[in-house]
């Protein structure tokens, strides 16, 4: 391991990056993104500048889900005939 400054654009290997993840981190925080990785890059930044430049999360999947829901349509619910419990949004009569 060495104690030579670090450089400033620089790209580390996954080895250096293992080696010196504390000052990678100090590095992001002080000077901006790090880079790790050569054929697979890899990008090290605060969480701060992530969730600033992060896009904007959509609804969740169960919200997506009754928003998209096929509407006008009978849908057959298939259940288990050997259970008593309600089946979730049907309409509660039973067989």
């Known amino acids: ?3 030579e400054p670090a450089k400033l654009n620089q790209t580390w290997t996954v080895a250096e990056a293992k080696a010196r993840l504390s000052e990678i981190l ?4 002080e000077e ?5 990785g050569v054929r697979r890059a890899f990008v ?3 969480e701060r500048v992530w969730q600033a430049h992060a896009p904007v ?3 969740s999947l169960g919200q997506w889900l009754v928003d998209n829901m096929p509407r006008g349509v009978d849908l057959e619910i298939p259940r288990d005939r050997g259970s008593r419990r309600e ?3 049907s309409s509660g ?3």
């Open 44 to 46: 090290v930044v605060p």
């Open 26 to 29: 100090r590095l992001a925080e």
């Open 57 to 59: 999360r959509g609804p």
């Open 87 to 89: 089946i979730p949004f």
């Open 32 to 36: 901006g993104p790090q880079r790790i």
């Open 93 to 95: 009569d039973r067989d």
């Open 1 to 3: 391991m060495t104690s």
